[in-house]
């Protein structure tokens, strides 16, 4: 990935125009996911965002070899609601 916004994401608190209420948690379950050797740079210093649903946290999220830079710096990772497997090198998830 060269210069991508959000190179890895999963965000279920998404409100687009502030239509919807995030005082209700999504009930839409994510499980069984991975991200795997990714490599490149981001356009902003947050590379990898996984906000899942307080509800339903996601589940059987494997994060494998994520390579990701922010003007030449490793970027950070937010993680909410979710415990991923980490296999390799991978950002940090901070809440």
Do not use: H
């Amino acid at each position: 990935m060269i210069n991508v916004t959000n190179p890895v994401i999963i965000d279920q608190e998404y409100c687009p125009w502030n239509q919807c209420s995030k005082q209700t948690p999504s009930k839409v379950k994510i499980s069984k996911v991975s991200f795997n050797n990714i490599r490149g740079t981001s356009t902003t210093k947050e590379g990898m965002i996984l906000v899942c649903s307080s509800g339903v946290p996601c589940e059987e999220v494997k994060l494998a070899n994520i390579n990701l830079r922010f003007q030449g710096t490793p970027a950070t990772a937010t993680c909410k609601n979710i415990k991923p497997q980490v296999f390799g090198n991978v950002p940090i998830c901070t809440p």
